[in-house]
């Protein structure tokens, strides 16, 4: 699996306590292996195992839930995963051929993670799409002939529903606090990107590794500096608090207005998570002018 950036998604496992009257089967399934704890927001992992009834009142354990008001169980019987309807009679579905199955679609949904950008095209939707549908199909066939949970996730994908900004902006809040090595590598590359405007920063983010790093200032009337945005474009990950004077020929917008603004100009500042100091560091905020020293990525 691929190591996935500071402060996105990752595949993390559920802890569940399975209790000695559970079925033998259901006991030995749930302690051979890691299910996830969530997904994209789609699916979530209960807070404890129950034992529910099935159809013609066999018993299934529920394990999670999926939106809108979805339950995902295990079919002790079979060895399936399966979502339960209650309405005038109990139904089920199937999601996967097992447990193990279920784990390693969601670890693949996450691997193939960031699917598309909020403004990619159909062409790019439609492809992602069909990356994780044969990626799911590749694990289990059988969860991608069933009409249900996997073929409503892979449309969601196809349509534009988890675009990288949309992904973050919904996973967490808008901080992110961290060791002081990240922080520093990050204000040590906006030092560098500073000294260099107007020319691009041609330096690799020291987060993901990308050479995505975005430079731009924000003035307000009666002010002689300016706020300034510094981010990754590609893990959305960046500084705030940053006050400089804007050299000639940087990227300059007008604070106030919309059209003008430097997050109209750059939609995907709306997901950055700003990087913040551990309780406790003393790591000041310095100045663009006379820069701290700081450890290279």
Not at 110 to 121: E, H, I, S, T, V
Not at 204 to 230: H, M, Q, S, W, Y
Request: hydrophobic share 40%; proline share 7%.
């Amino acid at each position: 699996m691929k190591e996935s950036p500071l402060g996105w998604p990752t595949f993390q496992p559920a802890v569940f306590v399975v209790p000695d009257r559970f079925p033998a089967a259901a006991r030995e399934a749930f302690d051979a292996l890691e299910l996830p704890r969530n997904m994209f927001g789609r699916y979530r992992a209960a807070s404890e195992l129950v034992v529910v009834k099935g159809p013609s009142d066999r018993r299934i354990v529920r394990f999670g839930e999926f939106e809108p008001d979805g339950t995902i169980c295990f079919e002790p019987s079979g060895g399936q995963v399966v979502s339960l309807v209650v309405g005038t009679r109990r139904t089920v579905r199937l999601v996967n051929s097992s447990l193990d199955a279920f784990s390693a679609c969601v670890r693949g949904a996450f691997d193939l993670f960031p699917y598309y950008r909020a403004n990619a095209d159909k062409r790019d939707k439609a492809a992602a799409g069909i990356g994780l549908e044969t990626r799911v199909m590749d694990v289990d066939p059988a969860a991608i002939e069933a009409d249900g949970f996997w073929r409503t996730f892979i449309r969601d994908v196809s349509t534009g529903g988890l675009s990288t900004e949309e992904v973050i902006s919904s996973f967490g809040d808008g901080l992110l606090t961290v060791e002081d090595d990240l922080y520093l590598a990050f204000r040590h590359s906006y030092e560098v990107a500073y000294k260099r405007l107007p020319s691009d920063p041609h330096r690799l983010c020291p987060n993901c590794g990308n050479d995505a790093l975005r430079i731009a200032f924000e003035t307000r009337v009666g002010t002689a500096k300016a706020n300034v945005a510094f981010w990754c474009a590609y893990c959305l990950m960046g500084l705030d608090h940053i006050n400089a004077t804007a050299p000639a020929g940087a990227r300059v917008f007008k604070y106030g207005s919309p059209e003008k603004g430097v997050v109209a100009a750059f939609p995907e500042l709306r997901s950055v998570r700003f990087l913040r100091l551990r309780v406790g560091d003393t790591i000041g905020q310095g100045s663009a002018r006379r820069p701290r020293p700081a450890a290279r990525p």
